[in-house]
């Protein structure tokens, strides 16, 4: 490796209790890109606070090379003090910087540089304080979770400028996806110490269960070399002697290092309380419109079924909560309708940490107050049990939920969430704040879950884990289905999320086409088939036979969502064929009535 540009040495921190780094080192040379990583609560964001020179160490050496430029992006950038976004990018320059960069920057972020700081949202911050550190193009980059609250398209764009920046690169991020396809070299913070493997995140994951394993072997050979001791200290020669003494010191030493050794944190435990089962078809959306200022959702039709995942992506402001609430009831559409399959026990994963109270405890929290019980499955538990599944220690149960890091959050609301009996679960950005183990852990969870699952996201690679088919908007209120994951829906569209200005001109483009290619059609249509008499006859019928399919499903959905196939399972068969077969039947004639109304539209025209 080329001389460091920068390192960190025997880098030792202590909080209180145990310490939270021990020896940690850490080196970077230039244009290397590196990541760190390491489970929440592990030292990751006040390591690299200590690269930058934010945090002093107890002890330890760090070496900056004279002259090297180094900018830092913090989790929570701080704006006090600057007029506008240009301002706030502009101070972090320095002396023979160009200045037309950081205006660059910012217009690619999508922002104008006249925004006051004060009224930024979250992502709106998040993109200003990026065009800071990356508009003076300094010889290292440290990156505290740069992808937070930030939209697939501009994720997309960031990839691509670091991927081009000369800079050395040391990241964080739990966006699996971005690390593989920007690390070169790994740094794994663990129980206070690092080690480095000179490979990417994507062999990351490998290399870690074989040294946890390695650890395991060591530690249970250890334990069997204390035994084989104390057995010879029980039944042995006297111990007297010299060379006895030595052993009992020796003995003493073991059971130190057996004490000392800080295991390796366990990971968090998920398990969804499961509801009632659902009928076979849970959401059914029929042509639904929603507009604001402009249109969110136009004309959109789907049907969910039991067992479903579906995901959810766009650039943030596309409408995707709008769309998550209009097909779960929260909000009426416009025009169109939405039909709720029956049985359902619905539960929400909001993005939006603060909707826990602050000053409220944890236990309260996940108890709701006046209890130290939670109820998982039908089964009681006590409080402290239940959050030692999710990695929080009994020692916690009285701690503020205002003093808890954004990963703690993250894992309370999913704590939440999981104690309540579901059939659908609705998860706005789940994967926020949240360590890569426990991601993990929670698409294990989903791939079991008998329910069905409504997604928003913009993690990529846990769009592909986890869901059935994707949603995509296309600008002015349009909306795509693709089957399978982000990358399934790439393949078949040919292009990922667009950003939103891009989308509206696509849209307005399309529109302006529309017309003309309508025209064609009805003229090349009208040329080649007249209405006869028994296509009239369908368009008058067509629609009480629909009507009549609906009610028959609706009543063979409640036949089969109580427990007939307990009570009678020949019949529970019966009729889950009659099911399936109105279902084909329905989409058949409705298929049949578009095309013969738009046949008459053809022949009025």
């Not at 690299?48 to 002259?67: N, T, W």
């Not at 659902?278 to 029929?286: P, Q, Y």
């Not at 130290?372 to 089964?379: E, I, L, P």
């Not at 529970?572 to 578009?594: D, G, M, P, Y």
């Amino acid at each position: 490796m080329a001389a460091p540009l920068l390192f960190l040495k025997d880098t030792r921190l202590t909080f209180g209790g145990t310490p939270l780094l021990e020896g940690a080192e850490l080196a970077v040379s230039a244009g290397e890109r590196v990541c760190l990583v390491g489970r929440n609560g592990s030292g990751k964001s006040t390591l690299l606070k200590i690269v930058a020179g934010l945090v002093e160490a107890d002890s330890g050496e760090r070496f900056l090379q004279p002259g090297a430029t180094l900018r830092y992006l913090p989790q929570e950038p701080d704006f006090a003090g600057y007029a506008t976004t240009r301002a706030y990018v502009e101070a972090g320059l320095a002396p023979g910087d160009d200045s037309h960069r950081a205006q660059y920057l910012l217009t690619e972020l999508g922002l104008s540089g006249e925004e006051d700081p004060s009224t930024l949202s979250g992502g709106e911050g998040r993109r200003a304080a990026l065009a800071r550190v990356l508009a003076p193009e300094p010889d290292i980059l440290l990156l505290d979770e740069p992808t937070n609250h930030l939209d697939l398209p501009v994720i997309e764009w960031l990839e691509s400028e670091l991927k081009s920046t000369r800079s050395a690169l040391i990241l964080i991020s739990h966006d699996r996806r971005f690390l593989e396809r920007l690390s070169r070299a790994t740094i794994w913070l663990d129980r206070g110490r690092t080690a480095r493997i000179e490979k990417g995140f994507e062999a990351f994951e490998a290399w870690r269960d074989e040294v946890l394993a390695q650890e395991e072997r060591d530690r249970h050979k250890l334990d069997r070399k204390i035994v084989r001791e104390e057995d010879w200290l029980r039944y042995g020669v006297s111990a007297r002697r010299t060379r006895n003494q030595r052993r009992l010191r020796e003995l003493g030493e073991l059971r130190q290092q057996a004490r000392s050794a800080r295991k390796a944190v366990g990971g968090a435990r998920l398990i969804v309380s499961e509801g009632a089962i659902s009928g076979k078809l849970v959401i059914e959306a029929v042509g639904i419109s929603k507009a604001y200022d402009a249109p969110v959702i136009k004309d959109f039709s789907i049907r969910i079924a039991r067992g479903d995942r579906i995901g959810i992506v766009g650039p943030n402001g596309a409408g995707k909560t709008t769309l998550i609430n209009l097909l779960t009831g929260q909000i009426a559409p416009d025009s169109g309708y939405v039909k709720l399959g029956v049985t359902l026990e619905m539960v929400t994963l909001d993005q939006r940490r603060d909707s826990l109270d602050p000053n409220m405890t944890l236990s309260d929290a996940l108890t709701g107050g006046g209890s130290d019980q939670v109820t998982v499955n039908g089964q009681a538990r006590h409080v402290a049990s239940y959050m030692r599944d999710f990695l929080f220690q009994p020692l916690q149960l009285r701690t503020p939920v205002g003093a808890l890091s954004g990963g703690e959050r993250g894992r309370l609301m999913l704590a939440r969430a999981l104690a309540k009996p579901s059939n659908l679960l609705v998860l706005d950005e789940p994967t926020n704040d949240l360590d890569l183990e426990t991601l993990d852990l929670l698409q294990e969870t989903l791939a079991d879950y008998p329910g069905t699952v409504l997604i928003v996201s913009h993690d990529r690679d846990f769009i592909d884990r986890v869901v059935t088919s994707t949603l995509i908007s296309d600008g002015d209120g349009r909306w795509q289905e693709y089957a399978g994951g982000y990358s399934d829906m790439i393949a078949q569209r040919g292009e990922g999320v667009r950003a939103k200005a891009a989308q509206n001109k696509a849209a307005k483009s399309l529109a302006a086409a529309e017309p003309a290619g309508s025209k064609a059609a009805i003229t090349a249509s009208s040329s080649k088939r007249k209405m006869t008499f028994n296509d009239k006859h369908a368009l008058e019928t067509l629609p009480k036979t629909i009507d009549a399919l609906r009610a028959e499903i609706v009543k063979l959905n409640a036949a089969l969502a109580g427990d007939l196939y307990a009570r009678d399972p020949a019949l529970f068969a019966k009729v889950s064929a009659r099911l399936a077969a109105a279902e084909a039947e329905i989409s058949a004639a409705e298929e049949r009535w578009l095309e013969l109304e738009m046949l008459r539209e053809d022949m009025g025209a």
